[in-house]
């Protein structure tokens, strides 16, 4: 019986000694898959800054992914492009700046989260990143993507816009699983 208290108390202290490591490298995972996400998005942008003028068509698949390269001073499809610049400044800088590291903030202090959640997150997050960069350095988002497959005909978007689009369906298909499973089984 001893025995078994004293190899508990060691299990207990080797719990204490790895339990910090596995937030730090949780931690760590979360903070480069937002800075992997936005520095994809930031490569793709340079090489379309780069290798492309403005409103040049290259057909990738056919008429189907064409590259095309613009400057959006708005948001997502260039809602607010006409706002006053200290308006704009407020609602496309500042606020998304807030909301980003308020993001980030939460998925650092909440260790219990479903891993698809979590995903999601860090998606919506280096998306966003990425294109709030353009937006502070730049003065605009470099756009370089259309989609026009049948009846999917996209706006001109970019990698940062494809990076939100995929965490938020990784959110709502976590909410999703969530209600679909007790709530023991959805936090794996």
């Not at 508990?8 to 996400?37: D, H, T």
């Not at 809602?79 to 500042?94: E, M, R």
């Amino acid at each position: 019986m001893f025995y078994f208290r004293i190899q508990r108390k060691q299990v207990m202290f080797i719990a204490e000694l790895i339990s910090p490591m596995k937030q730090k490298i949780r931690n760590s995972f979360i903070l480069l898959l937002v800075l992997a996400n936005a520095g994809c998005d930031q490569i793709s942008k340079n090489v379309a800054r780069e290798q492309l003028d403005y409103y040049e068509t290259v057909n990738v698949i056919g008429e189907h992914l064409i590259l095309t390269k613009i400057e959006n001073t708005g948001a997502f499809l260039s809602a607010g492009d006409s706002l006053d610049s200290s308006v704009k400044f407020l609602f496309l800088s500042i606020l998304p700046l807030i909301a980003l590291c308020y993001g980030i903030y939460y998925l650092l202090t909440h260790s219990q989260l479903p891993r698809l959640l979590v995903l999601g997150i860090c998606f919506v997050i280096g998306g966003g990143l990425g294109n709030l960069y353009d937006r502070i350095i730049f003065g605009s988002v470099t756009d370089f993507l259309h989609i026009d497959f049948f009846v999917i005909k996209t706006g001109i978007f970019n990698l940062a816009d494809v990076s939100i689009m995929i965490g938020m369906i990784m959110i709502i298909i976590n909410l999703y699983i969530k209600r679909l499973l007790p709530a023991t089984e959805s936090d794996m």
